[in-house]
C-alpha cells in the first residue's frame, strides 16, 4: 500500500497570493493561502482486490522565496482573514512557492479505512512576486 500511495500522480497544491497581479509593498503584510485541500481519491485493483486510495492534504510549507518559510497544518484564508502572512523586507524579485504533505488511506472493497504509513511531499512552482517599496506623495497642498 505504501508504495502504491508513493506512486500516486498528486497534484501541486495552488498558491495564492494577495495582493494578486504578481506584486506586493515592502513591509507590507502579503497574504498567502490555498484552496487545494479536498482529498483525492483513486481506485486500483491490487493482488486481485479493488483498492481505494486517498490522499488529503495534511500540512503545508509556504516558501517565500527569500530564505524564509513557514510549516502550517491550515491552508490559511483569503482577505480579509490575512491567516498566512509574510512581510518582504527588502525590494526585489521573489520566487515564492508551496509544498504539500499528504497522508494516506486505504480500504480493501468496502472494508474499513487503514492509515498508510508514511507521507508523500509535493513541490509546487514558484511564482513571480515582486515586492517594491511605495514612495509617498503629498496631493491637494
Request: proline letters at 9%; glycine letters at 10%; aromatic letters at 10%.
Amino acid at each position: 500500500m505504501r508504495r502504491a500511495f508513493a506512486e500516486l500522480e498528486l497534484p501541486a497544491g495552488t498558491l495564492t497570493i494577495q495582493p494578486p497581479d504578481g506584486l506586493t509593498l515592502v513591509n507590507f503584510r502579503t497574504n498567502f493561502y490555498t484552496t487545494s485541500t479536498d482529498p483525492i481519491s483513486t481506485t486500483v485493483a491490487l493482488l486481485g482486490q479493488q483498492v481505494t486510495l486517498e490522499a488529503t492534504p495534511a500540512t503545508f510549507v509556504w516558501h517565500f522565496g527569500d530564505g524564509r518559510s513557514r510549516s502550517t497544518t491550515e491552508p490559511g484564508a483569503a482577505y480579509p482573514e490575512l491567516r498566512i502572512t509574510h512581510n518582504y523586507l527588502r525590494k526585489g524579485e521573489y520566487l515564492p512557492s508551496l509544498s504539500t504533505t499528504y497522508t494516506g488511506r486505504y480500504r480493501i472493497a468496502d472494508g474499513p479505512w487503514q492509515a498508510i504509513p508514511g507521507t508523500v511531499t509535493i513541490d509546487g512552482p514558484g511564482q513571480p512576486l515582486r515586492a517594491i517599496e511605495a514612495e509617498p506623495k503629498l496631493v491637494g497642498y
